[in-house]
């Protein structure tokens, strides 16, 4: 598990599988109705409890064994918060589309009020994790943890301001109000500062990863860059017209059909199933 190329593999295994998996249980729980979307959050609190204890025990771990439990704990904790969004259960105060034709002031107003619980809540969990990792000599579970929240606040930035594709089958129905908040652009202002950016701390890792003393600092680097390497795919995925969907859509059970939409709690009746997709980071 040292080797370079064994370690890409296992990351872009890890991103792919553990998205597939969350989609496949917000997907099968929107089969089910609303009940179903909060047990999928409770039965998913094992993530977030083994997350946390696996960073706080990986933080003097200097092996390859605690780099891999600093990054997966890192993704563990992640998950739970993904599956917790997609589920509507910690999204924001505003759950109503918004309007056509509204001011950008007031739609990013609105935007902002259909993830704000959400995003506050990651931002805590990063500021937790900084106050007890930083300076440790394990921080990849950190690091790991600030390329997914950075990743998700600038593709969130990206489809606010208008990206050429845009999804509309991942995302469920408690949070399908979100696809009036996004919009369809040949390109933004952000998108080129959000490849830069991702660009750049991949050679920063890599340089770190080239120049690590321990193989537990190439391979912890390593997991790094890729991650952030990945995000960068999925920003780009924005752009260029690949079936980039068709990565997950064989794995996932069928949408609920609109005819049986009257079978669905009161919190989603009315909602359609068609929406705009977060970040899958």
């Not at 946390?52 to 600093?70: P, R």
């Not at 469920?172 to 979100?178: A, F, Q």
């Not at 490849?195 to 390593?222: K, N, Q």
Request: charged residues 10%.
């Amino acid at each position: 598990m040292t080797n370079p190329t064994i370690v890409v593999l296992t990351t872009i295994f890890v991103w792919w599988f553990s998205t597939g998996a969350i989609l496949w249980r917000v997907r099968h729980a929107d089969r089910l109705g609303h009940e179903a979307h909060l047990l999928s959050v409770f039965f998913a609190l094992p993530l977030l409890i083994a997350g946390f204890y696996g960073l706080h025990v990986s933080l003097d771990d200097t092996s390859v064994t605690g780099a891999y439990v600093a990054f997966l704990s890192a993704l563990s904790v992640w998950g739970w918060f993904e599956v917790a969004f997609l589920s509507g259960v910690i999204t924001g105060p505003n759950t109503q589309p918004c309007p056509p034709f509204t001011a950008m002031w007031e739609r990013f107003l609105r935007a902002t009020g259909t993830i704000l619980w959400h995003e506050l809540a990651l931002i805590l969990t990063l500021v937790a994790i900084s106050l007890v990792a930083w300076g440790a000599v394990n921080e990849y579970g950190l690091w790991t943890f600030v390329i997914l929240f950075f990743a998700r606040i600038s593709a969130k930035l990206n489809l606010f301001f208008g990206v050429p594709r845009i999804h509309t089958e991942f995302l469920p129905r408690p949070l399908s109000h979100l696809a009036s908040h996004f919009r369809h652009a040949t390109m933004n202002w952000v998108f080129p500062v959000s490849i830069t950016a991702l660009s750049f701390a991949i050679a920063c890792w890599l340089e770190r990863a080239i120049s690590a003393e321990t193989e537990a600092g190439v391979v912890g680097y390593m997991l790094l860059s890729t991650l952030t390497a990945l995000a960068l795919l999925e920003h780009w995925f924005m752009v260029v017209p690949l079936p980039d969907q068709k990565l997950w859509r064989w794995m996932l059970p069928e949408a609920v059909p609109k005819a049986r939409k009257s079978r669905s709690s009161p919190a989603t009746a009315g909602k359609t199933a068609d929406a705009v997709p977060t970040a899958r980071n």
